[in-house]
């Protein structure tokens, strides 16, 4: 996989159940290829779904090497923390409206948003704005401050 001139899976698909775990693949794939572009690996999401599942970025990146997704699925199954299926659609869900943490954070994100649509203040999370970023389609969400 070449990230230099295609995009990762979105973080929305899913393998296994888990929402991301397709990007961390495409992306381990690009980094053992030297193709990862401007993409990074292991990343802070990749980073909590590692936390999440109780794997390391070096024994994930290990796995890839060599294996198709339901080879590396197969893996993951039997070394990853085992969780509950409620716990699992929360972290999914958890992952799928992260937003920024920090002042700094959320400055980064509003220069990267703006840049490619201003008027897209309904993207608060990062899964949203990594869709528009790689030109996928992000519905437009209600916004809850106007609301009434």
Same mark, same amino acid.
């Given at each position: 996989? /070449? +990230?230099?001139? &295609? %995009? #990762?899976?979105?973080? @929305?698909?899913?393998?296994?159940?888990?929402?991301?775990?397709?990007?961390?693949?495409?992306?381990? @794939?690009? !980094?053992?290829?030297?193709?990862?572009?401007?993409?990074?690996?292991?990343?802070?999401? /990749?980073?909590? $779904?590692?936390? %999440?599942?109780?794997?390391?970025?070096? &024994? %994930?990146?290990?796995?890839?090497?060599?294996?198709?997704? &339901?080879?590396? $699925?197969?893996? %993951? @199954?039997?070394?990853?923390?085992?969780? !509950? #299926?409620? /716990?699992?659609?929360?972290?999914?869900?958890?992952?799928?409206?992260?937003?920024?943490?920090?002042? =700094?954070?959320?400055?980064?994100?509003?220069?990267?948003?703006?840049?490619? /649509?201003?008027? @897209?203040? =309904?993207?608060?999370?990062?899964?949203?704005? +990594?869709?528009?970023?790689? &030109?996928?389609?992000?519905?437009?969400?209600?916004? !809850?401050?106007?609301?009434?």
């Amino acid at each position: 996989m /070449d +990230l230099r001139v &295609q %995009f #990762p899976r979105s973080v @929305r698909e899913k393998i296994g159940g888990y929402v991301h775990l397709a990007r961390m693949i495409d992306k381990c @794939r690009a !980094s053992l290829a030297g193709t990862l572009g401007d993409y990074l690996y292991p990343c802070p999401l /990749d980073n909590r $779904l590692l936390d %999440f599942t109780g794997l390391t970025a070096d &024994q %994930f990146i290990h796995a890839v090497e060599s294996r198709t997704d &339901q080879d590396i $699925l197969d893996w %993951f @199954r039997t070394v990853a923390t085992s969780r !509950s #299926p409620a /716990d699992l659609e929360n972290w999914n869900e958890m992952m799928l409206t992260l937003g920024p943490d920090s002042e =700094d954070k959320r400055a980064h994100f509003t220069k990267i948003r703006d840049g490619i /649509d201003s008027t @897209r203040t =309904d993207i608060t999370g990062w899964a949203d704005l +990594l869709d528009l970023e790689e &030109q996928r389609f992000v519905p437009i969400r209600k916004n !809850s401050a106007s609301s009434v």
